[in-house]
């Protein structure tokens, strides 16, 4: 069985736009993650101590969920790298756009976006709020 990675690439790239239009407020690329299902995992750290265990957790954003021996197991969410790059397609499209502090401008909130971890990005619908090809299809039924 072959998958066609480009109708996955665009099912997910219409699911997240979906998922920002739904929310009707702004979402970061983290919360966006979670709502499409995309699962966290869990990385098993060898001869770490407790508290770099503990440091890499909070880096990345997830917890500790065991501690024996040497041997951590943090739980981590997906990488923020994975979707990122279809919501910045959608920004260029025109579909949604980043959302920044009052009183950045756009040129420091740029610059700021590309160091920053992409995971606390958030992102608004600006968009249509309705979908022509669902309203037509409902309208059908």
Not at 97 to 125: C, E, I, L, M
């Amino acid at each position: 069985m072959s998958m066609n990675v480009g109708a996955v690439v665009t099912a997910t790239r219409d699911q997240l736009a979906a998922e920002l239009r739904e929310a009707g407020r702004p979402l970061s690329t983290m919360q966006l993650a979670a709502r499409c299902g995309i699962p966290w995992h869990t990385v098993r750290l060898v001869d770490a101590s407790c508290s770099w265990a503990q440091a890499f957790a909070e880096h990345r954003y997830g917890a500790v969920l065991d501690c024996r021996d040497g041997v951590h197991t943090v739980a981590v969410p997906p990488l923020p790298g994975l979707i990122h790059p279809l919501l910045v397609e959608l920004e260029a499209a025109g579909i949604i756009s980043r959302v920044t502090a009052p009183g950045v401008g756009k040129h420091a909130a740029d610059g700021f976006v590309r160091q920053a971890n992409h995971a606390w990005v958030s992102w608004r619908y600006c968009g249509r709020r309705s979908d022509p090809e669902f309203d037509a299809v409902v309208a059908g039924l």
